[in-house]
């Protein structure tokens, strides 16, 4: 039986509790999650690539079975070079299942990779990686909202 290997894609600029959620809650569900960090030279990014991975591999320092890349391209190309035949995606809102799904249906077309949706709960339903990057801008305290090992100033 081949491996059931998940990858949990996103620019995680800054990664949130919401995302360490939801790999915590797919962990039993898979053998391996690959955090895999897009990197996209069009778009800018308030973190450096160093530091996000360094504060992915920080926050599943304990969990053997996660493992942090970076990628560039489709992530349905992603997929069939890592041999994982899921995409795991957290759901916070309606809004995020209509954008998710029409991804999850295309990547579906381009490699027949599956994508695992997983309702973010309820107390982290509010948290997005654009709201903190916004109250980091505006130097309030997020420390309630990413991992301890996410460190800003």
Same mark, same amino acid.
């Given at each position: 039986?081949?491996?059931?290997?998940?990858v949990?894609?996103g620019?995680?600029?800054?990664?949130?509790?919401?995302?360490?959620?939801?790999?915590?809650r797919a962990?039993p569900l898979?053998?391996?999650?690959?955090m895999?960090?897009?990197v996209?030279?069009?778009?800018k990014?308030?973190?450096?690539?160093?530091q996000?991975?360094?504060?992915?591999n920080?926050?599943f320092?304990?969990?053997k079975?996660?493992? &942090?890349?970076?990628?560039?391209?489709?992530t $349905? +190309?992603l997929?069939?070079?890592?041999?994982?035949?899921f995409? =795991? /995606?957290?759901?916070?809102?309606?809004?995020d299942?209509?954008?998710e799904r029409s991804?999850?249906?295309m990547?579906?077309?381009?490699?027949?990779v599956?994508?695992?949706?997983?309702?973010?709960?309820p107390?982290?339903a509010?948290?997005?990686s654009?709201? &903190?990057r916004?109250?980091?801008?505006?130097? $309030? +305290?997020v420390?309630a909202?990413?991992?301890?090992?996410?460190? =800003? /100033?």
């Amino acid at each position: 039986m081949s491996e059931r290997i998940a990858v949990f894609p996103g620019s995680f600029d800054p990664i949130t509790i919401g995302h360490v959620s939801i790999v915590e809650r797919a962990l039993p569900l898979f053998d391996r999650i690959i955090m895999a960090v897009g990197v996209n030279s069009t778009k800018k990014y308030m973190f450096s690539l160093e530091q996000r991975l360094a504060w992915l591999n920080a926050s599943f320092a304990g969990h053997k079975q996660v493992d &942090v890349i970076t990628y560039e391209g489709l992530t $349905a +190309d992603l997929c069939k070079k890592m041999h994982a035949h899921f995409i =795991v /995606r957290g759901l916070r809102n309606s809004t995020d299942h209509g954008n998710e799904r029409s991804i999850a249906l295309m990547n579906r077309a381009l490699c027949g990779v599956e994508t695992i949706f997983l309702p973010s709960l309820p107390e982290h339903a509010h948290i997005s990686s654009t709201i &903190v990057r916004e109250l980091i801008a505006n130097k $309030a +305290d997020v420390s309630a909202f990413v991992p301890g090992a996410v460190r =800003v /100033r």
